[in-house]
């Protein structure tokens, strides 16, 4: 059986409160790219009561995602975001969901996001990340970016860090790992990523509640 929005809000805020609750059921937040950075992501602010998540891939589900992505044997072959719409449907049946199967470019990238509050990039593309940021912190400046730097190999976990760039500029990761250097991806360490974006969002959102008051 499942449960009522009513009963839903009212399980959202005996663990955040209603102040802090309410602010998550407002937002709305982008997930540019559905890998495993940005799928983890998605799952964790939709577990949080997110009000709205706008999703964003053009790549459909392979059976090398599998080990690290929020999707299932059976949607291979599926578009990331119809698969990864369905999954979340489960989890938070009462989030607004917007879905663009399209890979985000220079010239689409404002009409995509013009709506969002935050936006995560989750890119495993160099070229892309670089592309996202330099235009969220030229067209805008209002809004907050969380990024991702560095989550490939076995390394230390407690390499994984959150840094304040600017002050609406967030960078999650070491910083240094790459695929192509540490040989592999690990599920574990691509979540934790993926977790400290998910997690830097929610205090963004916390401290403009005053919720939060060691918002670094």
């Known amino acids: 059986m499942i449960p009522s929005k009513e009963e839903m809000t009212r399980a959202f805020e005996s663990r955040h409160g209603a102040e802090l609750q309410k602010i998550f059921s407002s937002s709305t937040v982008a997930v540019c790219g559905l890998g495993g950075l940005g799928s983890n992501i998605s799952v964790s602010l939709a577990r949080a009561g997110i009000g709205r998540l706008i999703l964003i891939d053009f790549d459909k589900v392979d059976i090398t995602n599998l080990h690290r992505q929020q999707y299932k044997v059976n949607q291979i072959g599926i578009h990331k975001t119809e698969a990864l719409l369905s999954n979340l449907r489960e989890i938070a049946p009462y989030t607004e969901y917007e879905t663009h199967n399209v890979k985000i470019t220079s010239d689409n990238a404002f009409e995509l996001l013009k709506s969002a509050d935050i936006i995560c990039e989750a890119f495993d593309n160099p070229e892309s990340k670089a592309m996202l940021a330099n235009l969220v912190l030229e067209e805008f400046p209002d809004k907050y970016l969380v990024a991702a730097s560095g989550m490939a190999?076995?390394?230390?976990?407690?390499?994984?860090?959150?840094?304040?760039?600017?002050?609406?500029?967030?960078?999650?990761?070491?910083?240094?790992?790459?695929?192509?250097?540490?040989?592999?991806?690990?599920?574990?360490?691509?979540?934790?990523?993926a977790a400290h974006q998910a997690h830097t969002v929610l205090r963004i959102l916390a401290s403009a509640s005053n919720c939060n008051n060691d918002h670094q």
């Open 153 to 193: 190999g076995i390394g230390s976990p407690n390499l994984i860090k959150t840094r304040k760039i600017s002050e609406k500029f967030y960078l999650c990761g070491d910083g240094v790992s790459d695929v192509n250097i540490t040989g592999g991806l690990f599920s574990s360490r691509v979540m934790l990523c």
